[in-house]
C-alpha cells in the first residue's frame, strides 16, 4: 500500500459560509397536508379520510405515528442539472423522503429553497432517488433521457419523469435497495431464510435485478467475475452474500461487498453482449454435461419467467389461487419439476405480478399491460410474498432421473417438449469484474468491515480516485484508477489508507474533506494532505490528541466509550450482531492512550464537535454535530483571480506531477489562510510565493519587495466571496501574509512587531549585489527555464485577448525579471518593446551561479529567438515562410484559433484546420509526462468539410463556429488581428447559404438566417405562429359580438396581403351563421296578420337554405388558424336559424308550427358547423387524445356536431392521437353521424398508409370485405359509403390488388333481396368509383398483377352499359336473388354506375395523356347518341377526359370551346329534327366540364389567362340566364345554375388563397339570391368557391398532386344536394376532402428586429419546362409562392433587405418547412433603408443612393437623422453623444466631422461593427501624434491594418472592394504615423544607431518613440546583427543583407539615412524622394 502524502502539517485554511442546515423537506413536511398531519384528521370523520383506503381505519393510521417518524427521514442533495440560461447560477436540488411523502426542492445561495415536485404515495416510502431513463427513439440510434424521481415502496416503484409522465411498476420480489445507474435502475433482492433450502444446488437464484425503463420488464444481471484462469464464465448475479454498496454513472461502475470474504470489489456495469445472453441462456454453467443437466438448469432459467399461463393478459387473477393450483399450472407434469413442486415444504401461492408483460415480447398489448400495470391489484395484496415469483420451490431434479433419464436420451426431448411455453428473461446488463480488495490479515473476520460510504474524487492534478470509507476501522481506503483508452475498461493501481472517521469529496476544486477520529477536519487533494480546515465558531480538539492518533494504526474509535458511541455507529454495529471488538484489541499499545482519549471527550462533550460529514454539492458540505444539528460550509477555492488560475493551469501543465502538487498544495495553503488576503492582493501573493519557491528572496529584490505596499499592478476582478478580514490596516496584514509564508517556506522565525515593518519600509536603499542570488535548493529551481517559457506562452496569448490585455502588464514584470536572470536578451528586448515605459524602470538581476546552470532543465522547446504571435500574423500577412508557433495546449486557445484562422484564410491552406494543423502550431509537450491531448485536437477539427469547394471566407467562418467561436469573442479580439476574420464574416453576409447552422448565422450577424435557423431546430414549435411572432388576433371591440368562429384569422397579415380595402371583413359577414337573419317582407294591405307570419317563416326557410350551407365554405375560409387551449374545450359557434323581422326586430322562428319544416333539417348542417369549427385547429397545435374526449358534448342534440369535429381532426392529422379504445367506444355508441365523421376522418389521417388496424376497423363496415359466412351486420347505408371512401384513402396510390377488385365490383352491386342496397344506390356507387380511382390513382396501364381484372373495361362498361357479367370471387353467394322492389334485368343500370365508373377511370389514367382511354370519354358526334347519354354525365366525360389529357389543357376559350363535338357547333339545317333543349343542355354542360378541368390543371396558380378565360364564360352564362328568353328556357334554370356553379368553382380554384375581387364580387351577387330555384346546394358550392378564394385567410392554396385532384373531384363533385338531408348522388361529408388538397405556399416576410410581418421583394424563378423558358418574375411578399417543385429558386431582393436565396433545385425540404410554419421568412432591413410601408418608392433611405460622390454624401449627411435609417442602437448612440455638436464636448469641428464620415460609412457599407476598428486606428495615430503611448500595442494592430490592406490592394485593384476598409481613411491615417515617425527619426537617428549599436536604452520619452519606431517599421531586434548592417557601403549590400533579417523594403529604405550616413546622400542614391512610401 501506497503510503498517505504529508504536506505541512501545521498549515490551517478557513472555511467560508456557515450556515446552519435544515432539510427544506422537513420544514415542507410540517405544512403538507399529508396522513401524519393530526390537526386535520381531527376536524373530518374518519370515513371521509380514509375513503381512499377503504377499510384502512383510522387505528392503523395512528399506529404508524410514532416516535420513529423522525429517523426514518432521509435526503439526499445535488448539484442542479437544469440550466435554464448559460450564465444561470448553479443551485442545489434536494429530495427528501419522510413517511409517505417525498419532496424535490431547489434552492441556491441567492435564493431561498422552493418546492419543485412534491409527491405522496400510499404506503411508506422506503427509498427515493433520483435517476436517468434512456427511451430509445423508434426511428434514430440515440437515446432521449428522461429525468425522473424513483419513489420504492414495499411492493412497487413509482417512478415520475420531469416531463411530467408517471408509471408504476411493480416489484415481484421484495427489494433490499435500489441504485441509480447509467443504465436505470438497479434491484437488489431481500434475501429470505428460505432461499438456501429452495435453490438448486447447481444454481442459486438472482439477486441482482435491472429495469431499464418503466414498462421495462425488471431482468435479472449478468455478472462475470475476473477468473484466475482464462473461461471465466458468465452467469446470473445470484451470490447471496454480495451485497451492494455504491454504485455511479460516469464511469458507469458498481461496488459490492462480500459479506463472508469481507472484501470489496469494482465492477463495470454494461449492456450484455449477444454472446453473453446467449450462453446465460443456454445456461451451460452446469457442471454435469448430461442433457438433464442442461435441462433443469433451462428450465430455472425458464422458471424465472414464471408460470407463463398467469402471465396473459387478464391474468391479474392472483386472488383466488390456492397453493394446488399454482404449483399444478407452474409445471408440466412429466417434467421433472413435478415431484419437487408438489413436495414442497412450504406451500407457497404462486402468484405473477399481473400485466408484468415486457415491450420486448408483446408489442400488440404493451398499452394495455401499462394500464394494467397501474391498476394492478397484486400491488396491494401484501398477504402474498412478493418474492414468489424468484422464490419458486425448487428442489434437485427427480431422483428418477437417475435411472431413467440418462439411459434413454428421447425421453428428455418429450419432456422439454412438455414444459409449457416459458421463454426465459433476457437479461440487459452485464456487471463485469475489475478489481478486487486484495484480503489482508488485519481484516478481523468476526469484523464488519463493510463500507458505510464509497465515492469517487480527483486530485488536482486529475488523479481519479475510489475512496470508501470503512467505519469500522475508521480508515478510509483509495484506490486510484485510470481510464484505458477506449473509457471502458478502468485500470486500477494503487490502494492507499487514510485514517479517518468520515469523508465527503468536493467536485469542483479536486479535494476531499476528511473527519479524523480526534474530531479534526483535514482537507486532502487525492491522498495528499493539504492542510486542517478552520471552522470559525468550533473549537478545534487539542492538538495534543492529534499527535497522539496520527500514529495510531489501530482504530481506536472501537473502543466503546460512551461517549463515542455515535448513534451511527451503534446501529452498524447491531445490524452486523458484532460482539464488542475491545477484547480483542486490548494490546498493551492502547493502554495509556485511552485515559487521555477519555479525558479529551468528556471535556469535549460539554462544547460541540464534529461527527459526521454528508451532502457534498460542488465545494460545499454539511457537517453534523453531536448536538444534532447541522452546519453547512463552503471550501474556498484555489483561485479567484483569472491571471493566477491561468498561471496555476500552465504551471501544472508543465511540470511533473509530483512538483505540480506541491507547487499548487503550497499555494492553496497560503492564499486561503484565515483571514487571507484581500482579493486585490492575489496576484502580489501568487508572484512572491512562486519566486520564492523558484529560489528568489523577494525581500531583496525591489519590485518584488514593493509589491505588498503599491497600489496592486493589476485590477484583479473583486472576488465573489468577501472574507472575514482582522482589523488592521491593509499594509500590516499584507506584511504579515508575507511574512508568515515566508515562516512556512523557510522556516525562518519571524517577529510580529511594528519596528520590523517600519525598517523594511525605511531601507529601501538598494541592497549589495552579491546577496542577489539564486536558492539552488528551492523545489522549483530546477524547473525554471520551462516555468519561464510556459508563463511567456500564456503572455503572448493574453496579448490576443483585449479583456485580458491589463493583465499581461502586470505578468510581463515577472516575465522580464525570470530573462534577465537567465540571461535571455531578445525576451528582455521583446518586453521592452511592448512595455517600453514599464521595462525601463527594472534594473537588477540576479546572478545565478555557472555551476548551478547545470542543474536547471533547459528544455529543447526554449529557443534563444522570442515566439511573438504578433509578428508572426504579421509575416503571415506579408507572405512570409513561418515556423509553426509554439502553443500550450488547454491554455493558449486563442493563440490555437488565430493562427489558424490566418493559416487557412490569409496563407489559403484549405488544410490548415484539418490534416495540416502541425504546419502552423508547434505542440508544447512536458518532458516528464506523455500528453495524450494530440488525438483530442484532431477529434475537435475534423469538422466535416463540405465546404472545400466553396471560398476560404465560408470554410473559415464554418470552422470557427465548430470551435465555439462567438462575436463575443470576436469583440474582445484585438481589431488589427480580427480585421482579417471580419473581413471573411463579412464576404459570407452578403451570399449566405440557406442551410448553415444557427451558429454560423449568428456570427455572420445575419439575425433574419438565426432567427430561421432557430426556428428550424426547434422540434416542435409549440405554436408555430407564436415562435416569436406576435400575430395574436386582436380583441374584440364589442364585448357582446357573438363567436362567429372567424375570430382567429391574422389580421396582421391579411391586413399587408388586401392593405387597400377590408375584403376579409366582407368575408366574415357572408360566411357568419351564429346571428339570426334579417327576414324583411312587406306586409301588403290585403294580407291577414297571420299570412303575413308564415309569408315571414316561409321566407325565413328559404334563408336558411342558405344559412345551412354557410359552414361548408367557414371551414375552408378559417382553416388551420388556431391554437387550442388543452385545458378549454373548442370553442364552436352556434348555428342560428332563427330570424329577426324590421321594424320591430320581433323574433321569427321554424319551430312555430305555423309551417311545414322538413324533419332532421339542420342534422347534416350541424355536422357541417362542427367540422368547420374543427378545422380552425392547426396541425402544429397540441392535441391529445384526453383532450379530444373533452370536448365531447353533454348534450345528445350537439352530437352531430361532434361528429363533424372528429373529422375535422382526422382532415388536419390529430385523430392518431386518439387511442384505439376510444375510437371502438365511439363506434359502439351507433350513432350514425359520428361513425361517419370518424370513418373519413380516421382514414384522411391515415392518407396512403395501408394501415392494418384502419382497415380492419372499416372492413367491418364494408359488406363485400367482410368473408361471405360472416354475419349480417346492420350498417346504415351512409357509413357504408363512408367506410369505402376510407378504404379508398387509406390505400390512396398503392395500387392494392384485393381492395381495387372489391371496389370494381362494388361499382355494380346490384340491390339485394330485401330492401337493403335500394336506395341511394347512386351515392354507394360513386363512391365505390371514387375509392377505386384513389386505390389505383395515377397507374394508368401499369397497375401490377391486375391485368386479369380488365379495370379499364369493365369500367367502360359500366360507363356506357350492356350486359351484367357474373360476380365472381367471394361474394357470389351473397347476390343470387334479385331484388323484389328494383327490376333492373341483366343489365348494367348505368344511371347508377357511370358517374363512378367515369370518375375512377379518369383518376387511374391521371395526367398519363393515355389518347386512347381518352377518346372512349368523347361526347358521342350524333344526335342519336346524344339523345341517350344524361346531359349530367356529359359534364363527368368531358372533366374526365381532360384530366387525362392533362398536358392538352390550354387557359384560352378556343381550348374550351374545342370539347365541344363538331355538330353542335355548326349551323343547323331547320329540316332536321334537332332536339334544341337537348343541344342546349349538351353545351352547357360540357362547357362546364370543361372549365372544371381548367380549374384542376391551374388550381392554386393565380394564372391570369385561366381566370380570364373562366371569367368570360361565367359572363356569358350569366348574360343568359338574365335573359328570361328562349336559351334560358331550353336549357333549364337549374341547368345554367349548375354550370355556373361549377365555373365557379373552377374560377376559385384557379384563385385559390388569393381572395380576387372579381370572384368575391360573384359570390356575393349569389349570396343575395335566396328565392325560387336557389337550392341548399347551390349556396354550398357558391360559398366552398368564397372559402377556396380565401383558404385558410389567404395563407393556403391548392396544390395540383394527384392526390390533391383526387381530393378536389371528391370535395366538387358536380351533382350538389338539392336540400340538407340529400345524400342521394353524393355524401355530404365528402365536401370537406378538398382540405386534403391545400397546402401553405404564403411566404410572409417578418422583420427580424420588430418582429412585424412587412413587404420585401421576391424574385422567384422557375424551371424550364416544355411551355416557357426558364422566366424570373418579381413578387412582393407576403404573396402566394407558385408550386415549390415549378421553382427553381426563391430569392429576397435588394436593396432594402440584405438578401437571401433558397435554392430549389438542391432541396424544397428547408422552404416547405418554412411555409408549413406560417410562412414566416425573418429578413433584415439593410441599414440606411426604410421599410416598404414607410417609404414605399425609396426616395427616402440615405442619401449614398442619390448623391454618388462620397465627399458630397458625407457633407449632406445629418447624424441627427441616423434614426430613421438603422436600428442598431450602438450607431444611434454614437451618432447622439459623437457626432453631434454640444456644450460640454469642447471638440474641435474636424473631429466631428471625422466622427460623422465613420459613421456614415459604416451605414453606407453595412458594416455597423467595423466602427470601433475606425476609433481605434484614429486613436492608435493621434496618440503617436501626441506622443504619449504607454505601450506600443496599438501600433502593432495598426501595423496589421496596414499589412492586410497592403496584401489585398497588391493583388489587383479587382480584390479591393473585398476589403472592409476602402475608403480614403485608411491612407490618410498611415500617412500621419508615417510623417509623426519620420520627423521623429530626423531629429533623434543617433538613438536609432546606439540601440542598433546595443548600447544602453534611452531614456524614458526617447524609449518609447524608439520602440514605436521599431514596432511600426518591424525591424526586429538588432542588436547583434548591427555590424553587418554598418558595413554596407551601398544601397544594394544592404537590400541583400536586409532580406536576410525579413524588413520590409517600405521599412528598410526608412533606415537607409541612419544606416549610410547623411540623409541627403541617402535621397540621392535612391534618385527618388522617401515621400513616394
Same mark, same amino acid.
Given at each position: ?41 381531527? +376536524?373530518?370523520?374518519?370515513?371521509? +379520510? ?34 435554464? !440560461? ?61 429525468? $425522473? ?7 412497487? =416503484? ?75 464464465? =458468465? ?86 389461487? %390456492?397453493? @394446488? ?6 409445471? @408440466? ?70 435411472? %431413467? ?226 452546519? !453547512? ?53 501568487? =508572484? ?6 523558484? %529560489? ?8 518584488? !519587495? ?29 506584511? +504579515? ?17 511594528? $519596528? ?55 505578468? #510581463? ?64 500577412? /506579408? ?14 486557445? /486563442? ?14 491552406? #484549405? ?70 476574420? /471580419? ?139 388556431? &391554437? ?161 371512401? %376510407? ?104 344511371? =347508377? ?185 347551390? &349556396? ?12 385558410? @385567410? ?29 345524400? /342521394? ?6 365536401? &370537406? ?327 541627403? @546622400? ?12
Amino acid at each position: 500500500m501506497s503510503e498517505v502524502v504529508y504536506e505541512e502539517t501545521a498549515t490551517m485554511i478557513a472555511a467560508g459560509e456557515l450556515q446552519s442546515f435544515v432539510p427544506f423537506g422537513r420544514e415542507h413536511c410540517r405544512n403538507h397536508p399529508n396522513a401524519f398531519n393530526l390537526q386535520l384528521r381531527e +376536524l373530518q370523520p374518519a370515513s371521509e +379520510l380514509w375513503s381512499s383506503d377503504g377499510a384502512a381505519g383510522l387505528v392503523g393510521s395512528l399506529q404508524e405515528v410514532s416516535l420513529q417518524e423522525r429517523e426514518r427521514e432521509s435526503w439526499q442533495l445535488r448539484k442542479g442539472c437544469k440550466g435554464v !440560461r448559460e450564465e444561470d447560477v448553479e443551485f442545489e436540488e434536494e429530495l427528501y423522503a419522510a413517511g409517505t411523502v417525498v419532496v424535490w426542492s431547489q434552492g441556491s445561495r441567492t435564493q431561498a429553497s422552493n418546492v419543485y415536485k412534491a409527491f405522496t404515495v400510499d404506503s411508506p416510502v422506503q427509498q427515493a432517488l433520483w435517476c436517468t431513463f434512456a427511451v430509445p427513439q423508434n426511428k434514430t440510434d440515440e437515446e432521449e433521457v428522461e429525468q $425522473t424521481v424513483c419513489i420504492v415502496q414495499s411492493s412497487c =416503484v413509482n417512478v415520475h419523469t420531469v416531463t411530467g409522465k408517471d408509471f408504476i411498476s411493480p416489484l415481484p420480489f421484495q427489494v433490499s435497495n435500489v441504485w441509480a445507474t447509467k443504465f436505470g435502475l438497479l434491484l437488489e433482492r431481500k434475501n429470505t431464510a428460505t432461499d438456501a433450502q429452495l435453490s438448486l444446488p447447481g444454481e442459486p437464484l438472482p439477486t441482482v435485478f435491472s429495469m431499464l425503463h418503466p414498462l421495462d420488464e425488471i431482468a435479472p444481471v449478468v455478472c462475470k467475475p475476473a477468473g484466475l484462469f482464462e473461461g471465466s464464465h =458468465v452467469q446470473y448475479a445470484s451470490d447471496a452474500t454480495m451485497k451492494i454498496v455504491f454504485s455511479c454513472c460516469q464511469p458507469s461502475v458498481v461496488v459490492s461487498y462480500d459479506t463472508v470474504q469481507g472484501i470489496h470489489s469494482v465492477w463495470a456495469l454494461r449492456k450484455v453482449t449477444q454472446d453473453e445472453r446467449s450462453t446465460v441462456l443456454r445456461c451451460t454453467a452446469d457442471p454435469v454435461g448430461t442433457p438433464l443437466g442442461l435441462m433443469a438448469s433451462g428450465l430455472l432459467t425458464s422458471h424465472l419467467r414464471n408460470i407463463s399461463r398467469l402471465d396473459s393478459p387478464g391474468g391479474s387473477g392472483a386472488t383466488g389461487l %390456492g397453493a @394446488g393450483t399454482g404449483t399444478s399450472c407452474a409445471v @408440466g407434469p412429466g417434467s421433472p419439476l413435478h415431484y419437487s413442486a408438489l413436495h414442497s415444504h412450504q406451500s407457497r401461492i404462486m402468484t405473477s405480478s399481473p400485466g408484468f408483460h415486457s415491450r420486448v415480447h408483446s408489442p400488440s398489448i404493451s398499452n394495455m399491460a401499462a394500464l394494467s400495470r397501474a391498476h394492478s391489484p397484486g400491488m396491494a395484496a401484501p398477504s402474498f410474498s412478493g418474492a414468489a415469483r424468484f422464490n419458486t420451490s425448487f428442489h434437485s431434479p427427480s431422483p428418477r432421473g437417475h435411472h %431413467g433419464v440418462i439411459h434413454s436420451p428421447n425421453s428428455t426431448v418429450n419432456e422439454t417438449m412438455l414444459v409449457p411455453e416459458m421463454e426465459p428473461i433476457i437479461p440487459d446488463l452485464c456487471m463485469e469484474q475489475l478489481w478486487s480488495e486484495t484480503v489482508t490479515a488485519g481484516c478481523h473476520r468476526d469484523m464488519s468491515s463493510q463500507a458505510c460510504k464509497v465515492f469517487l474524487t480527483s486530485d488536482l492534478c486529475e488523479n481519479r480516485y475510489l475512496c470508501f470509507l470503512v467505519e469500522s476501522h475508521q480508515q478510509l481506503r483509495c484506490v486510484k484508477f485510470i481510464e484505458s483508452n477506449n473509457t471502458s475498461q478502468l485500470i486500477f493501481t494503487s490502494v492507499t489508507t487514510i485514517p479517518a472517521k468520515d469523508a465527503e469529496p468536493l467536485q469542483n476544486i479536486g479535494a476531499m474533506l476528511v473527519l479524523e477520529a480526534c474530531g479534526s477536519l483535514v482537507l486532502y487533494t487525492g491522498i495528499t494532505r493539504v492542510s486542517k480546515v478552520f471552522i470559525p465558531g468550533l473549537l478545534s480538539p487539542t492538538f495534543s490528541l492529534t499527535n497522539h492518533l496520527s500514529h495510531l494504526s489501530t482504530p481506536v474509535e472501537n473502543v466503546s466509550t460512551p461517549a463515542n458511541s455515535g448513534s451511527r455507529h451503534l446501529q452498524r454495529m447491531d445490524e452486523a450482531a458484532m460482539p464488542s471488538p475491545v477484547s480483542e484489541l486490548r494490546g498493551p499499545n492502547i493502554k495509556h492512550h485511552e485515559g487521555s482519549f477519555l479525558e479529551d471527550y468528556t471535556f469535549q462533550h460539554a462544547t460541540p464537535y464534529i461527527h459526521a460529514l454528508r451532502d457534498p454539492v460542488c465545494n460545499r458540505v454539511t457537517l453534523e454535530l453531536n448536538s444534532g444539528t447541522m452546519l !453547512r460550509i463552503s471550501i474556498p477555492e484555489i483561485a479567484t483571480s483569472e491571471l493566477v488560475r491561468k498561471c496555476l493551469q500552465a504551471i501544472h501543465f508543465i511540470l511533473p506531477k509530483e512538483a505540480a502538487m506541491k507547487v499548487l498544495v503550497k499555494w492553496y495553503n497560503i492564499y486561503n489562510a484565515p483571514g487571507g488576503p484581500s482579493s486585490h492582493a492575489e496576484w502580489n501573493l501568487y =508572484v512572491t510565493c512562486f519566486m520564492t519557491l523558484m %529560489g528568489y528572496n523577494t525581500e531583496r529584490l525591489a519590485w518584488t !519587495r514593493n509589491l505588498h505596499f503599491e497600489v496592486p499592478l493589476s485590477p484583479v476582478i473583486a472576488a465573489k466571496k468577501a472574507r472575514p478580514s482582522d482589523g488592521g490596516s491593509e499594509e500590516n496584514l499584507d506584511y +504579515l501574509l508575507g511574512s508568515l509564508y515566508h515562516r512556512q517556506m523557510n522556516s525562518q522565525p519571524v517577529c510580529y512587531n511594528n $519596528t520590523l515593518t517600519t525598517e523594511t519600509v525605511t531601507s529601501m536603499s538598494p541592497p549589495s549585489s552579491p546577496s542577489l542570488k539564486l536558492d539552488s535548493s528551492a523545489p522549483l529551481f530546477p524547473h525554471i527555464p520551462a516555468l519561464f517559457y510556459v508563463l511567456h506562452l500564456l503572455y503572448q496569448e493574453l496579448q490576443l485577448d483585449e479583456l485580458q490585455r491589463a493583465r499581461a502588464s502586470s505578468l #510581463v514584470c515577472l516575465l522580464q525579471q525570470l530573462a534577465r536572470d537567465l540571461q535571455l536578451d531578445e525576451y528582455v528586448d521583446l518586453y521592452w518593446r511592448d512595455y517600453p515605459s514599464l521595462i525601463s524602470g527594472f534594473t537588477e538581476s540576479c546572478v545565478i551561479d555557472q555551476a548551478l546552470i547545470g542543474q536547471m532543465q533547459r528544455p529543447s522547446f526554449l529557443r534563444a529567438e522570442p515566439p511573438c504571435v504578433l509578428s508572426w500574423l504579421s509575416s503571415c500577412l /506579408r507572405g512570409e515562410e513561418n515556423p509553426p508557433f509554439p502553443c500550450l495546449p488547454g491554455i493558449s486557445q /486563442r493563440t490555437r484559433l488565430l493562427v489558424l484562422s490566418y493559416a487557412l484564410y490569409i496563407i489559403g491552406d #484549405v488544410n490548415a484546420t484539418s490534416t495540416a494543423v502541425s504546419k502552423y502550431l508547434a505542440k508544447l509537450s512536458p518532458g516528464q509526462k506523455s500528453y495524450a491531448g494530440e488525438p483530442h485536437y484532431r477529434r475537435q477539427s475534423s469538422v466535416n468539410m463540405k465546404f472545400s469547394s466553396e471560398s476560404l471566407a465560408e470554410q473559415l467562418v464554418v470552422w470557427l463556429t465548430s470551435e465555439g467561436f462567438t462575436l463575443k469573442d470576436l469583440e474582445s479580439v484585438p481589431f488589427g488581428v480580427a480585421l482579417p476574420i /471580419r473581413e471573411a464574416i463579412y464576404r459570407c453576409r452578403e451570399q449566405p447559404c440557406s442551410d448553415w447552422s444557427e451558429e454560423v448565422c449568428l456570427l455572420i450577424g445575419r439575425q433574419d438566417l438565426t432567427k430561421q435557423a432557430h426556428t428550424m431546430t426547434l422540434a416542435k414549435c409549440k405554436a408555430s405562429v407564436g415562435s416569436g411572432l406576435s400575430l395574436e388576433p386582436p380583441a374584440t371591440t364589442e364585448a357582446d359580438e357573438e363567436e362567429d368562429g372567424m375570430l382567429d384569422i391574422i389580421q396582421e397579415v391579411t391586413g399587408l396581403i388586401w392593405s387597400q380595402d377590408l375584403r376579409v371583413q366582407e368575408v366574415r359577414r357572408l360566411l357568419q351563421s351564429s346571428r339570426p337573419a334579417r327576414v324583411s317582407v312587406v306586409q301588403l294591405p290585403e294580407v291577414s296578420d297571420h299570412e303575413y307570419i308564415e309569408e315571414k317563416e316561409n321566407k325565413l326557410l328559404q334563408l336558411c337554405q342558405r344559412t345551412m350551407a354557410l359552414p361548408v365554405g367557414r371551414g375552408l375560409f378559417t382553416l388551420f388558424s388556431y &391554437h387550442p387551449v388543452p385545458t378549454e374545450p373548442l370553442p364552436v359557434p352556434k348555428l342560428n336559424l332563427t330570424g329577426r323581422a324590421p321594424p320591430r326586430n320581433t323574433m321569427v322562428d321554424l319551430n312555430s308550427g305555423n309551417i311545414d319544416v322538413p324533419p332532421n333539417m339542420t342534422s347534416w348542417p350541424s355536422f357541417h358547423n362542427g367540422v368547420a369549427a374543427g378545422l380552425k385547429i392547426a396541425p402544429a397545435s397540441q392535441v391529445d387524445s384526453a383532450w379530444i374526449a373533452y370536448n365531447k358534448p353533454k348534450s345528445p342534440e350537439l352530437a352531430n356536431e361532434y361528429a363533424g369535429f372528429l373529422m375535422a381532426l382526422g382532415l388536419n392529422g390529430h385523430l392518431t392521437k386518439l387511442a384505439t379504445l376510444n375510437i371502438h367506444d365511439y363506434l359502439t355508441k351507433g350513432h350514425e353521424m359520428t361513425s361517419i365523421g370518424l370513418l373519413l376522418g380516421v382514414s384522411s389521417a391515415k392518407l396512403g398508409t395501408m394501415d392494418m388496424s384502419i382497415t380492419r376497423l372499416l372492413s367491418i363496415h364494408i359488406p363485400a370485405l367482410l368473408p361471405p359466412t360472416s354475419t349480417e351486420l346492420d350498417v346504415p347505408h351512409n357509413v357504408q359509403v363512408a367506410a369505402v371512401i %376510407g378504404i379508398g384513402l387509406v390505400y390512396q396510390g398503392t395500387g392494392h390488388r384485393h381492395n381495387a377488385e372489391v371496389l370494381l365490383s362494388e361499382i355494380g352491386r346490384p340491390p339485394g333481396p330485401e330492401m337493403e342496397y335500394c336506395t341511394d344506390r347512386e351515392s354507394y356507387s360513386l363512391a365505390a368509383g371514387l375509392a377505386l380511382g384513389m386505390v389505383c390513382l395515377g397507374h394508368g396501364s401499369n397497375l401490377i398483377g391486375m391485368t386479369d381484372l380488365n379495370v379499364p373495361e369493365q369500367l367502360y362498361q359500366y360507363m356506357v352499359g350492356g350486359h351484367r357479367r357474373a360476380q365472381a370471387g367471394a361474394n357470389r353467394e351473397r347476390h343470387k336473388s334479385p331484388s323484389y322492389q328494383i327490376k333492373e334485368g341483366d343489365t348494367i343500370n348505368v344511371d =347508377v354506375t357511370c358517374p363512378g365508373a367515369t370518375l375512377a377511370l379518369a383518376m387511374i389514367y391521371l395526367k398519363t395523356n393515355n389518347r386512347s382511354i381518352a377518346d372512349w370519354l368523347k361526347p358521342p358526334d350524333t344526335w342519336f347518341l346524344l339523345d341517350f347519354i344524361k346531359p349530367e354525365f356529359l359534364l363527368l366525360r368531358t372533366l374526365a377526359r381532360c384530366i387525362i389529357m392533362w398536358d392538352e389543357i390550354l387557359p384560352n376559350a378556343e381550348w374550351v370551346k374545342s370539347n365541344i363535338p363538331q355538330i353542335m357547333r355548326g349551323t343547323f339545317d331547320p329540316s332536321e329534327d334537332i332536339n334544341m333543349e337537348t343541344m342546349a343542355q349538351a353545351q352547357d354542360y360540357i362547357t362546364a366540364g370543361a372549365c372544371m378541368a381548367l380549374g384542376l390543371r391551374f388550381a392554386g396558380s393565380a394564372n391570369s389567362d385561366a381566370f380570364d378565360c373562366l371569367y368570360e364564360f361565367a359572363r356569358s352564362f350569366m348574360k343568359i340566364m338574365s335573359f328570361a328568353g328562349t336559351a334560358a328556357v331550353q336549357t333549364g334554370y337549374y341547368n345554367l345554375q349548375t354550370g355556373l356553379s361549377m365555373i365557379l368553382l373552377a374560377m376559385s380554384m384557379v384563385m385559390s388563397g388569393t381572395g380576387n375581387l372579381k370572384v368575391l364580387q360573384l359570390c356575393r351577387f349569389f349570396h343575395k339570391r335566396t328565392g325560387g330555384e336557389m337550392n341548399y346546394g347551390f &349556396h354550398m358550392a357558391h360559398h366552398m368557391a368564397l372559402g377556396l378564394l380565401f383558404l385558410g @385567410g389567404g395563407r393556403y392554396t391548392l396544390s395540383t398532386s394527384n392526390s390533391a385532384i383526387a381530393a378536389l373531384l371528391c370535395a366538387l363533385y358536380p351533382h350538389f344536394p338539392a336540400h340538407s338531408t340529400d345524400n /342521394r348522388y353524393h355524401l355530404q361529408a365528402l365536401r &370537406h376532402l378538398a382540405v386534403l388538397a391545400a397546402e401553405p405556399r404564403l411566404l410572409v416576410p417578418v422583420d427580424v428586429d420588430s418582429l412585424k410581418p412587412c413587404y420585401a421583394l421576391l424574385e422567384v424563378t422557375y424551371k424550364e419546362t416544355k411551355w416557357y423558358d426558364e422566366t424570373t418574375v418579381e413578387l412582393m411578399a407576403p404573396t402566394m409562392l407558385p408550386e415549390l417543385h415549378l421553382l427553381k429558386r426563391v430569392k429576397v431582393k435588394g436593396p432594402r433587405y440584405w438578401e437571401l436565396s433558397v435554392d430549389l433545385s438542391k432541396e424544397t425540404q428547408h422552404l416547405k418547412s418554412i411555409l408549413s410554419r406560417d410562412g414566416v421568412l425573418y429578413v433584415k432591413l439593410r441599414a440606411g433603408q426604410l421599410p416598404y410601408k414607410d417609404d414605399p418608392q425609396g426616395w427616402k433611405s440615405l442619401l449614398a443612393s442619390t448623391v454618388n460622390h462620397r465627399n458630397s454624401g458625407v457633407r449632406a449627411f445629418e447624424p441627427e437623422a441616423i434614426s430613421t435609417f438603422t436600428s442598431e442602437p450602438a450607431l444611434v448612440s454614437f451618432a447622439e453623444f459623437f457626432c453631434k455638436k454640444s456644450e460640454d464636448i469642447k471638440h474641435r469641428d474636424d473631429t466631428l466631422v471625422l466622427f460623422s464620415a465613420m459613421l456614415y460609412e459604416c451605414v453606407t457599407q453595412e458594416c455597423p461593427e467595423m466602427l470601433p476598428t475606425y476609433i481605434a486606428v484614429e486613436q492608435a495615430v493621434g496618440a503617436l501624434r501626441r506622443g504619449d503611448l504607454l505601450q506600443t500595442f496599438p501600433l502593432w494592430q495598426m501595423r496589421l491594418v496596414v499589412e492586410l490592406w497592403d496584401s489585398r490592394v497588391l493583388r489587383g485593384p479587382a480584390n479591393r472592394h473585398n476589403a472592409l476598409l476602402t475608403s480614403e481613411f485608411l491612407p490618410v491615417m498611415k500617412n500621419m504615423a508615417d510623417v509623426a515617425l519620420d520627423s521623429w527619426l530626423k531629429d533623434n537617428s543617433s538613438v536609432l544607431r546606439s540601440y542598433m549599436r546595443g548600447e544602453a536604452l534611452p531614456k524614458n520619452g526617447q524609449s518609447i518613440m524608439l520602440a514605436c519606431f521599431l514596432v511600426y517599421r518591424s525591424i526586429p531586434c538588432l542588436r547583434n546583427t548591427h555590424a553587418q548592417l554598418e558595413s554596407c557601403s551601398s544601397f544594394g549590400d544592404l537590400l541583400s543583407r536586409s532580406s536576410e533579417l525579413r524588413i520590409p523594403l517600405r521599412d528598410l529604405l526608412r533606415l537607409v539615412p541612419v544606416l549610410l550616413g547623411s540623409a541627403s @546622400g541617402a535621397q540621392t542614391l535612391l534618385g527618388f524622394p522617401l515621400k513616394a512610401f
